[in-house]
């Protein structure tokens, strides 16, 4: 056998022992830790302690690299794990949480340096409703010949809430600015259809009564969008 062969064994035990002994080195602490927070929640807001698991590891606080898509939290030589600005649900790098609580996940990634150690965690950010609905148009034209048949209807503008569904927009209401007693009735706001892929509510106009432009020609809707907690914004529609 030559001397190479005989090289192959005692390399590949070497190889064998030498990753042995990394992982031995390198400490995983228990991870996927979700930790909830609500919005607005001020800096310096207590999230958890980390003397009893990567403090264990890890000799100095200050040793220990932190990773996130946002630069949100900072980790004190006590071991608290604190906030670094207030909290808002809607920061765009968020991971939207598909469960009940309308979470706004983020990944947290702790590495003591020496010796090597890591730990995993989130930071859920429970939404708050701080955001009135709002259209993106403060007038809307829409045109309507005398001869349009009872019954038609016309999509309206959606407003848009950078809250999370349950704190959205909940409904739709109408008013007509310019209208007497006898054309009040002549429009009917519907806001009972949702959109299937996100549940938007998709609010649309209807003529509930004939058209005469000798009697009336122009009317002047005021089309509020409001949330669950009352918040409403509103945009006016002239039709005519």
């Known amino acids: 056998m030559s001397q190479s062969a005989k090289l192959i064994p005692d390399l590949y035990r070497t190889c064998l022992l030498l990753s042995l002994f990394i992982l031995l080195c390198i400490h995983s602490v228990s991870s996927d830790e979700i930790y909830n927070k609500r919005e607005n929640a001020k800096r310096g807001t207590f999230i958890t302690n980390l003397a009893s698991s990567l403090g264990r590891i890890c000799k100095k606080a200050s040793n220990v690299q932190i990773k996130s898509g946002r630069d949100i939290v900072e980790l004190r030589e006590s071991w608290d794990l604190v906030t670094r600005e207030e909290l808002d649900h809607e920061w765009e790098d968020c991971e939207e949480d598909s469960g009940d609580d309308m979470g706004c996940m983020v990944d947290i990634l702790l590495i003591c340096k020496s010796p090597f150690a890591s730990k995993r965690l989130w930071l859920n950010i429970l939404d708050e409703n701080d955001n009135p609905p709002k259209f993106s148009k403060k007038r809307v034209h829409l045109s309507m010949p005398e001869n349009t048949p009872r019954n038609s209807e016309w999509a309206l503008d959606i407003a848009n809430d950078p809250d999370s569904s349950e704190n959205g927009v909940t409904g739709y209401s109408l008013s007509c600015e310019n209208c007497d007693q006898d054309s009040k009735g002549t429009f009917q706001l519907i806001d ?49």
């Open 192 to 240: 009972d259809e949702r959109r299937s892929t996100d549940g938007v509510i998709l609010p649309k106009l209807v003529l509930k009564t004939e058209l005469d432009h000798e009697e009336k020609d122009n009317y002047i809707f005021k089309i509020s969008a409001f949330d669950a907690d009352g918040n409403f914004f509103h945009h006016f529609l002239n039709f005519g």
